[in-house]
């Protein structure tokens, strides 16, 4: 009895024993499991760290900025249309650097703006004084506030220490104020009134010529363009402006500032591209009323002024190499401007017959 005992107690344990042991392969075999997935997970994120690297990422895997290359477009009638012969050219930097592309302007374009500048020419010349002097000092305002951006323009593009780059934004900001104070003194300053043998009243006072065609300095492409601009628009002109073919970035952005401003569409229109290829066609335009030759010299200059003789335009043409960081005189203002006289009888039957008015 006690051998059976013994048996069956013996063949329970063997059956007993395999049961307790399979707890303890399967809690092996989860951990294997969670190591081997905590290998692949740590792989992974090697792995994504290393092409975001490789793609320009920083320590974290975060990749950095791409930066977007500009290709800026005209300015004509308060939009900004891309130039009709569809040509662009490169911008480059003062070290060579490629900066931007720029719209090249065509025949088409410049045809164009001189429609938009003389569809606007009427109702800028016909604003009062105050307005156009409170809309121009708005552009220096609009300008002031984008200041941070011009200066690292100028460093970029043309080359500036920052010193001689903020000195002139400033400086152009300063040119605005400066002939936005000048709108409403132009009768004054350039009007009078004239002594008369007779029983009139002789009146000259200053309009405004019409259309210009300026062309933009060519080495001082924000203060030197500013300084043209201005006086034109100060006495109600509109203006066709080809800007600096090789430094244009700073006027087209200045686009950008005079279209968020309150200057009416077309009053001012910016052109980049030659100045050679633009020139005669602005020169010999039966509806630009004067042009600014600024921006170009030596046999070009001669060339311009000669075909617009043809349709009887005013030609300002610069003693000299301007500076633009004088103060600024009178000239410009002068050279767009007409002068009308008006005779007016007084009333006067008779001087000798002591009539009055």
Known sequence: MAQRRTSTAAKDAATAAPTKAAPATATSANRGDKAGATARTASRRTA?????????????GVISAVPVLKTYKLYIGGKF????????????????????????????DARDAVVAARKAFGGWSGATAYNRGQVIYRIAEMLQGRRAQFVELL??????????????????????????????????????SNPVAGPFFSFSTPEPTGVVAAFAP????????VSVIAPI???????????????????VTLAEVLAT???????????????????????????INALDLTGV?????????????????????PHGTPDFTKTSGTARLRAFLETKTVWHPTGAISLAGGSSY
């Open 233 to 251: 628009i100060t006495s109600g002109n509109a203006a066709v402006v080809v800007t600096s073919e090789a430094r244009p970035l700073p006027a």
């Open 81 to 108: 249309p891309r130039s009709e012969s569809g040509r662009t050219y490169p911008v480059r930097g003062s070290s060579g650097e490629f900066l931007a592309n720029a719209a090249q302007a065509s025949r088409k």
């Open 155 to 192: 460093m970029t593009a043309e080359g500036y220490g920052a010193k001689a780059a903020a000195a002139a934004v400033d400086a152009s900001i300063d040119r605005l104020v400066h002939y936005a104070g000048w709108t409403d003194k132009l009768a004054q300053v350039f009007g009078s």
């Open 297 to 317: 010299d030596g046999q070009l200059r001669i060339a311009l002024a000669r075909d617009a003789a043809g349709t009887v335009k005013r030609v300002y043409t």
């Open 218 to 225: 060519q080495d001082d492409s924000l203060l030197g363009l």
């Open 261 to 287: 401003s309150d200057l009416p569409g077309g009053v001012v229109n910016i052109l980049t591209g030659s100045a050679a290829e633009l020139g005669t066609h602005l020169a010999t335009h039966a509806d």
């Open 48 to 60: 994504s760290r290393r092409v975001s690297a490789d793609a320009g990422g920083g320590a974290n």
